[in-house]
């Protein structure tokens, strides 16, 4: 009888174990294509990332997102990063150009950066300002947003892109390098409705260089209750500091400032989807 458990489980663990590996080989034949060529046609791409959110009050949305070196040293970095996304049946596009740099000891990154963001269904268009720091303990972002365009009727409803401004820090887990809690809060503005009192609170996994899980609740004054949402981002190219990362689950001690230097390709942090005022609500594509 244990002989023929043992059995029947061999005969369901194999095929799962073989159909990992074929995911495996299959996810590295795809990220060695990409990669070879980008090498070859774009020799400055440093980042594509693709990525989906599922939440529980609306549709799924999905980005894909791209990041280009213009020029830079070990220790400071100029790049572009461009993104393309579809929530709620709406497609943003988003363009823009950031600097970073380490300080002497290489265990702190800093810099700021500038988008331009626009709604393609709606003609709205929005600039954004944002600030960053970046360590092995703590991780600090600020937004700020200005709206260019005017109110518009989009599908009979007048609609107005909104200004706001958000502030993020995560820090990571005691121990766990690769885990981060991120705390947000975020404020929106417009003639048409005011978004209030936002907070968001996630748990942010990265067991590799390449793939991030992130779950988390958010509220604010336009939300009978918490909300809450499911991020999945996997990074097919390319090959660098960032992405080849050596994971390390458990470190001695709970918090140490070490070099952050292989960080100057992760993506800015912040909420590139138009928020807009709505005939007395609110529409909000919450991401980062």
């Known amino acids: 009888m244990r002989i023929y458990k043992y059995f029947i489980l061999a005969c369901v663990m194999s095929p799962m174990a073989y159909a990992g590996e074929a995911i495996n080989n299959v996810t590295s034949h795809v990220d060695s294509t990409i990669e070879s060529w980008a090498k070859q046609n774009i020799s400055n791409l440093r980042l594509i990332e693709v990525e989906t959110r599922i939440r529980n009050y609306s549709k799924t949305d999905y980005r894909i997102l791209g990041m280009t070196e213009l020029s830079g040293t070990n220790n400071e970095k100029y790049l572009s990063q461009f993104s393309f996304s579809s929530f709620d049946s709406t497609e943003t596009l988003n363009l823009g150009v950031v600097w970073r740099k380490l300080n002497v000891n290489q265990t702190l990154m800093y810099g700021y950066n500038a988008f331009y963001d626009h709604e393609i269904n709606s003609n709205h268009s929005r600039i954004g300002f944002g600030i960053e720091l970046k360590s092995s303990v703590y991780d600090v972002n600020f937004n700020m947003y200005h709206a260019l365009s005017d109110k518009k009727v989009v599908d009979g409803v ?5 200004d706001g401004y958000d502030l993020e820090v995560g820090i990571y887990m005691p121990y766990m390098p690769w885990a981060k809690v991120y705390y947000k809060g975020y404020k929106w503005n417009s003639s048409i409705f005011d978004i209030k009192h936002g907070e968001v609170l996630s748990l942010h996994l990265q067991p590799t260089g390449r793939f991030t ?5 958010h509220d604010d004054n336009t939300m009978s209750n918490d909300r809450e949402f499911i991020k999945l981002s996997y990074v097919v190219c390319c090959s660098n500091d960032t992405t080849n990362r050596k994971f390390v689950f458990m470190t001695p001690q ?3 400032y070490t070099s952050v230097a292989d960080r100057f390709y992760e993506k800015v942090r912040r909420e590139n989807n138009i928020v807009k005022g709505i005939n007395g609500a609110a529409v909000i594509g919450r991401g980062t």
Do not use: F, K, L, N
């Open 158 to 162: 007048t609609e107005e892109a909104a």
């Open 213 to 217: 899980i992130e779950a988390g609740i």
């Open 254 to 256: 709970a918090y140490s």
